[in-house]
C-alpha cells in the first residue's frame, strides 16, 4: 500500500526585519526542522516565535497549535491509497492525480478528469517516461487511467477502474515533443490508428520502429501483468523481435489500434485488490493463439457478441467510495 498525504502544516518563518510571516506548506510525514531532525514542523514555528517578543502573539498561536495536534485539524494521519476490487469492478480509496506533465509524459484530455491513480501506476508512468525520454527522445501522451473514485466510466470502457490501467498513445505527436501542449491542445488529441486502410496490416508511415522499443520497455517493468495491443500489432512485434521474454506480456485484444494499455499487477499489501490469472511467461503468444485472431484474408475476425453491456457488481467496500460517502475508520 502507499501513502498520500492529506495534511501539511504551516511552518512560519520569519525574514530579518521581524516585520512579516511567510507561510510555505510542507508534508506532514516529510518536513524537516531548522535543525536538520525529523521532529514535528511545528516546533519550528514555536521555537521561532519563542525567540520573539510579542508573547501575546505567541501564545494564541501555541493554543491554536495544540488543539490542532489533538483534533488532528492540522496534522492529518497520512492517508492510505488502496485499489480494491477487480480492473472491471473495482473502485479507489484516495487515489492521486497523475501530474499533468513531466518528463518525457504529458497527460492528454484532462477535461475528462480521467488522470487518477494508484500511486504506483504513477510511479510507472514516470519512470517509463524518462526511460522513453532519455533513450528513444521519444514522449507519451497519457490518455484514459481512472476517475478520482475508480468504479465504471459507462463508456467503451469496461476496465479502468482500479487506477491500475492506463492508456497510452502510440503517436510521436512532432508539437509534443517538441513543447509543452496547452490545456487547449490536449482537449483534441485523440488516438490515431496506425494500421492501413484495409485493416490488415501496420500502415508504415504512421509506424515508427520507436513504438516497438517503447512496448519493450514499457512490458519489461516486473510491475507489469500485461499490455493490451491490437492483433495486427502483436504480430508485427512477433515478426521483428521473435523469441524475445517480454512479447508474452503483449497481449492481442479488439481496438487498441492508436494506444496500448498498460495494466499493473496488484501492488504488495492491498488486500482488497483482485489480479487476473498469470500469463505463461514461456510462451510469447506469437503461435496459434494469435493466429486464431485472424480470417484468411489477413482481417481480425469480428468480435462475439454477448449481449446487452452490463457492469459487474462493485465490492461492498466500493459503494461508499463511489458515493463520497466514505470515512476513514468507519465500516462500509
Known amino acids: 500500500m502507499h501513502t498520500a498525504f492529506e495534511g501539511s502544516l504551516i511552518d512560519t518563518l520569519y525574514d530579518s526585519s521581524d516585520s512579516c510571516i511567510i507561510p510555505s506548506i510542507y508534508p506532514r510525514s516529510s518536513r524537516e526542522t531548522p535543525s536538520g531532525g525529523n521532529g514535528p514542523a511545528g516546533a519550528s514555528l514555536i521555537v521561532n516565535m519563542a525567540r520573539h517578543s510579542n508573547s501575546s502573539l505567541f501564545l494564541i498561536l501555541l493554543s491554536i497549535l495544540s488543539v490542532s495536534y489533538i483534533d488532528g485539524s492540522i496534522a492529518a494521519e497520512p492517508a492510505v491509497t488502496e485499489s480494491i476490487g477487480s480492473y472491471t469492478a473495482g473502485c479507489i480509496r484516495n487515489a492521486a492525480p497523475i501530474p499533468a ?4 509524459f504529458q497527460v492528454i484530455r484532462l477535461n475528462r478528469g480521467r488522470y487518477y491513480a494508484n500511486p504506483e501506476m504513477i510511479d510507472y508512468i514516470t519512470s517509463l517516461a524518462k526511460d522513453v525520454s532519455e533513450e528513444l527522445s521519444g514522449i507519451l501522451l497519457i490518455g484514459d487511467v481512472a476517475q478520482r473514485a475508480g468504479g465504471p466510466m459507462y463508456d467503451e470502457h469496461s476496465s ?3 487506477g491500475l490501467d492506463a492508456d497510452i498513445l502510440y503517436w510521436q505527436h512532432p508539437i509534443a515533443l517538441r513543447r509543452q501542449l496547452t490545456i487547449t491542445e490536449r482537449m483534441h488529441i ?3 490508428s496506425v494500421l492501413n486502410y484495409e485493416q490488415t496490416g501496420i500502415d508504415d508511415f504512421k509506424w515508427d520502429v520507436k513504438i516497438e522499443e517503447i512496448l519493450k520497455i514499457a512490458a519489461s517493468d516486473k510491475r507489469v501483468d500485461r499490455i493490451f495491443v491490437n492483433p495486427i500489432i502483436k504480430k508485427r512485434l512477433c515478426q521483428t523481435h ?4 517480454w512479447l508474452g506480456k503483449v497481449r492481442p485484444w ?4 492508436g494506444h496500448f494499455h498498460v495494466r499493473l499487477k496488484c501492488p504488495p499489501g492491498t488486500l482488497l485488490c483482485e489480479t487476473q490469472e498469470p ?15 485472424f480470417r484468411p484474408d489477413g482481417r481480425i ?3 462475439p457478441r454477448s449481449g446487452k453491456a452490463a457492469h459487474a457488481r462493485l465490492p ?3 459503494i461508499p467510495i463511489i458515493n463520497g460517502t466514505y470515512q476513514p475508520g468507519n465500516p462500509y
Open 101 to 104: 506533465s513531466g518528463e518525457g
Open 160 to 162: 479502468h477502474q482500479t
Open 190 to 192: 485523440f488516438p490515431q
Open 242 to 245: 521473435p523469441g524475445e521474454k
Open 254 to 257: 479488439y481496438g487498441h489500434d
Open 279 to 293: 500469463i505463461n511467461m514461456f510462451d510469447d503468444g506469437c503461435g496459434s493463439d494469435l493466429a486464431g485472431w
Open 301 to 303: 475476425k469480428s468480435q
Open 316 to 318: 461492498d467496500e466500493c
